[in-house]
């Protein structure tokens, strides 16, 4: 099973050795990646859709791999029982969806050596949610995959001090190891900030908002680090 960039950068955080259930496997290509490569001998693949979980099923039977994934049927880590798995990866969905996901099972989590997470959009949310619930992020990494640039996070059990909020934004372990993207990343959330400013300059009520002041100042700071780099 050759994997795309995006879950390669997913794949290479899963330590060597552990059990690992893939929450929202679709057609289970990361499980199936991280037997065949021996990286891991026991994995589970998970989905919450009757269709994925199917395919998952032919996927794996086609890999030959029957034996080493077990593919469960439900909502996030509800399938799982607290100890059977050390490591999570839940990929390619949004940041509100991992958080819950990862705030349903406390006994499931509390087990847990490790989470690896590729959300699509509200990394930002997800990472203060992680910080204010006994995670700290340890390894971030960002990866491009047909033209569009992912983040991609490593979490482990542990109390530090909450990284600034722009950082958040950015991603703490992205900034402190000057990542190579790292200019294109903060690029493209200047982008984004600079977009949703644009759409409510139109209204004189939407610029008297919170939001929009949260958004200037995001701008603000993202600009400051970009001088930075
Ligand atoms: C876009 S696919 C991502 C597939 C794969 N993880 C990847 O990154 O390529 C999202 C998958 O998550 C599943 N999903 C969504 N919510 C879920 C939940 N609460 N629990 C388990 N799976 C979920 C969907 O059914 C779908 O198969």
Not at 145 to 172: C, F, K, N, Q, S
Not at 187 to 202: D, P, Y
């Amino acid at each position: 099973m050759n994997l795309g960039p995006r879950l390669l950068s997913v794949a290479k955080f899963v330590p060597k050795g552990s059990v690992v259930a893939d929450i929202g496997t679709d057609h289970a290509y990361l499980p199936i990646s991280l037997v065949e490569n021996k990286i891991v001998d026991k994995a589970f693949a998970c989905d919450i859709h009757a269709g994925p979980y199917q395919v998952a099923q032919k996927t794996i039977l086609a890999a030959g791999v029957s034996s080493q994934i077990d593919v469960r049927f439900g909502d996030g880590i509800t399938v799982l029982s607290p100890g059977e798995v050390d490591v999570l990866t839940i990929a390619g969905m949004g940041g509100a969806l991992m958080v819950d996901i990862l705030s349903k099972c406390p006994r499931v989590t509390a087990d847990l050596k490790g989470v690896v997470l590729q959300p699509m959009n509200g990394a930002a949310l997800l990472r203060s949610w992680l910080y204010q619930n006994g995670w700290k992020i340890d390894e971030e990494d960002l990866v491009f995959d047909e033209g569009r640039l992912y983040e991609v996070m490593h979490a482990v059990h542990g109390h530090t001090a909450m990284p600034e909020d722009i950082l958040m934004e950015i991603g703490p372990m992205l900034w402190q190891s000057h990542h190579t993207l790292l200019r294109q990343h903060i690029e493209n959330l200047l982008f984004q900030s600079k977009r949703v400013l644009t759409g409510m300059a139109s209204s004189e009520q939407a610029k008297q908002s919170e939001k929009y002041s949260f958004v200037l100042e995001k701008i603000k700071e993202l600009e400051a680090r970009m001088q930075c780099l």
